[in-house]
């Protein structure tokens, strides 16, 4: 009889949730990682509409993705394919838009040659070699099983895009440089080092003096400076620039640091690092990004792009326009002055 009662006081009980408040169980599989190898894994996760997410990390920095791509849902045959048409890291949006100055300025010739030092996953570079006819990017990266990676994971596969493995810093001033003097259009440093300690060799008047003798007289370099203290950039960018009168003489060379701006009111820690690239180049190319900011009376930066720059770099250009991120000159020049008067 007690069982009965039981049984009686438990049917009477109202159910848990109502019929239509029954929670459905999530059908989007979880993160899972696709191989881990030498404190490199490749990570995936699937979106809702069939496509993916695909990046790779680092066990030295576990909260941050060394790259991130975006496939497509399956097609008819089964497969998936990557999204050329948008990058998803922030720093590397930037980077598009001073390299697609830099070529512009250059559009007459009909070969340009970029490289890239650190080229983990090699999102940006893949996306430049998409778009870009006339575009050989040279990659230089350390470790061989990011390269493997990138092959095999990330589809960094193309024939103008040239890997060597090999120490990125090294190479701008040893024997093994590959490209001859004067003949890069861009340069980008993506190595996230100056939030511990950067090597001697890259805070050497030898090494961007070296450097600036590989670029054309109007090319762009762009580092990612992501976490560094500004004390640290704004050294970073007076020794840069320093180099640049010695190897181009009375040329002038500006520097501009694209960064969160009043709008962003995220806070920044060690494991959210606050992200920064510095810009080094000629004024006149890099006050039409300090020009893209809000209230300017300039024409909308975008618009002086190819259009293809306007869909890959279309998150870090509606932040400036919000003063989500904005560019400040560090040590302006004439140039500068007069773009921050205007």
């Not at 493995?165 to 024997?175: H, K, N, Y």
Request: charged fraction near 20%.
């Amino acid at each position: 009889m007690a069982s009965e009662d039981s049984d009686s006081d438990l049917e009477a009980l109202p159910p848990l949730f109502n019929d239509d408040e029954v929670p459905e169980l999530s059908t989007v599989p979880r993160p899972k990682t696709l191989e881990r190898r030498d404190g490199w894994s490749v990570v995936e996760e699937e979106t809702s509409d069939g496509g993916a997410l695909r990046w790779m990390v680092s066990d030295a920095a576990l909260s941050l993705d060394q790259t991130r791509v975006q496939l497509t849902a399956p097609d008819l045959k089964g497969e998936r394919h990557f999204c050329r048409d948008g990058l998803r890291a922030a720093s590397h949006q930037i980077m598009v838009l001073a390299l697609a100055l830099a070529l512009d300025s250059t559009s007459e010739c009909l070969r340009h040659s970029l490289c890239v030092l650190g080229g983990g996953g090699m999102a940006l570079p893949m996306v430049l070699v998409t778009h870009v006819q006339s575009v050989w990017v040279h990659v230089v990266e350390l470790h061989d099983v990011v390269i493997d990676f990138a092959v095999r994971y990330f589809g960094a596969s193309h024939e103008r895009l040239l890997v060597q493995q090999e120490d990125a810093l090294s190479i701008v001033q040893g024997p093994k440089r590959p490209w001859p003097p004067a003949s890069l259009a861009g340069l980008v440093v993506d190595i996230d080092f100056l939030r511990g300690t950067a090597p001697p060799k890259f805070l050497s008047l030898e090494f961007w003096e070296a450097l600036w003798a590989t670029m054309k007289p109007d090319a762009i370099v762009a580092v990612n400076t992501i976490g560094a203290e500004a004390t640290d950039v704004q050294a970073l960018a007076r020794l840069a620039r320093m180099a640049a009168v010695e190897t181009f003489g009375a040329t002038a060379i500006g520097a501009l640091v694209v960064e969160p701006g009043p709008g962003d009111r995220r806070v920044w820690t060690p494991l959210i690092p606050r992200p920064s690239v510095l810009l080094l180049g000629p004024p006149i190319l890099l006050s039409k990004i300090a020009g893209a900011r809000p209230g300017s009376t300039a024409a909308p930066f975008e618009c002086q792009l190819p259009s293809w720059v306007g869909t890959v770099a279309a998150d870090v250009l509606q932040a400036m326009a919000r003063a989500k991120l904005q560019a400040s000159w560090l040590e302006p020049t004439a140039d500068s002055r007069a773009q921050q008067i205007t």
